[in-house]
């Protein structure tokens, strides 16, 4: 919900509370996230508040813990440094700007506390 130009105004859109989901969204998978973004601490979502959310009812939660979900598709991988399964991006956009952020104040870091 948050796209910008850069890791910065994605950061400072976040802080304005001014997320729009496309019109394709879910309304559950919505939901989902507007408690998950909730910039009051007290409301937002935890772990336990997601299991039983209504995006989440299909999920075999038992089975997950028991590790008895089968994957639906495994990617072959042949060594440990096999990165067929993901995009090469180049230093410089997978940086976007991060170095000429301005750094997080103190006056900020509450609204990073959950």
Same mark, same amino acid.
């Given at each position: 919900p948050f796209l910008a130009a850069s890791p910065f105004q994605i950061y400072e859109k976040i802080l304005s509370g001014a997320i729009a989901f496309p019109r394709h969204f879910d309304v559950k998978a919505v939901d989902l996230?507007?408690? #998950?973004?909730?910039?009051? @601490?007290?409301?937002?979502?935890? +772990?336990?508040?997601?299991?039983?959310?209504?995006?989440?009812?299909f999920v075999p939660w038992r089975?997950? #813990?028991?590790q008895a979900v @089968?994957?639906?598709?495994?990617? +072959?991988?042949?060594?440990?440094?096999?990165?067929?399964?993901f995009e090469a991006v180049s230093v410089e956009h997978a940086r976007d700007g991060f170095l000429e952020a301005e750094p997080i104040?103190?006056?900020?870091?509450p609204l990073f506390v959950g």
């Open positions: 996230l507007r408690n #998950l973004l909730d910039p009051d @601490v007290t409301k937002r979502f935890d +772990f336990f508040a997601c299991i039983p959310h209504i995006w989440f009812d089975d997950l #813990l028991q @089968v994957a639906p598709w495994r990617p +072959f991988i042949s060594h440990l440094r096999d990165y067929r399964c104040t103190t006056k900020m870091k």
